[in-house]
């Protein structure tokens, strides 16, 4: 299977319907870069940092390009068996810098397990993230299924392409606050190069408190590149 012209024109289309229609309403859309490295220490045990910054395309109907944050993020992850493993992350969000919000402190515990039947992955994710901003404490609970495959033949061999698509669910809850409930869709297309490199690019659409009178529907483009140190 390969991506034709036709697929990403398709693709492209989407996402401009998708901006022209929740444009009418209350609709933010992001640009996400983001540059990862994984550093195993030994062969159950690795390192992973990130650098993420999130910029504004549209702003409650409104074009714009400016910044909105940036972050580092640090993941320790240790593997339980061949398709488990537990991970304790940290990660410091600067928005002051950009603009008049406060700072976040963030604290993540991640299990996850990954099957394989067939030529397709599939993974579940459980993460429990407590979120300090100021003198607020918001925890967060979050669960996201997974799945990835190659897009040539049943095995992913270098430079060729593979899909990885996710369907997560979030609750947050504070003190004196009512819970928020999110959904969040991600689809994106990935290429594996030499020298432990990956590249993806793609699109997230989240609906933010779906349970209040007004939530908000954000999308994002989404690119990454994510290196693998041996």
Not at 21 to 28: A, D, I, L, S
Request: proline share 3%.
């Amino acid at each position: 299977m390969t991506i034709s012209s036709t697929s990403w024109s398709t693709l492209l289309l989407s996402c401009l319907w998708s901006t022209l229609f929740f444009g009418q309403r209350n609709f933010t859309s992001y640009w996400q870069p983001q540059v990862a490295i994984n550093y195993p220490v030994s062969q159950n045990y690795s390192h992973n940092f990130a650098l993420i910054h999130r910029m504004f395309l549209v702003d409650e109907g409104v074009t714009k390009f400016r910044g909105r944050q940036l972050d580092l993020a640090h993941f320790s992850n240790l593997d339980l068996r061949e398709n488990q493993s537990l991970a304790l992350g940290i990660q410091y969000r600067f928005r002051d810098v950009f603009e008049n919000n406060e700072n976040e402190l963030r604290f993540t515990q991640q299990y996850n397990v990954t099957h394989k039947p067939l030529v397709v992955r599939l993974g579940h994710r459980f993460r429990a993230e407590q979120r300090i901003i100021g003198p607020s404490t918001i925890h967060r609970f979050r669960y996201r299924f997974a799945t990835d495959f190659p897009l040539q033949g049943e095995k992913l061999d270098l430079g060729e392409p593979f899909l990885a698509c996710s369907l997560e669910k979030l609750l947050s809850a504070a003190k004196s606050e009512q819970p928020e409930y999110d959904v969040r869709l991600n689809a994106q297309i990935g290429w594996r190069l030499d020298k432990g490199l990956n590249l993806q690019m793609g699109i997230e659409y989240r609906l933010e408190d779906y349970g209040a009178q007004n939530p908000d529907n954000v999308l994002f483009f989404l690119t990454s590149a994510q290196w693998s140190l041996k």
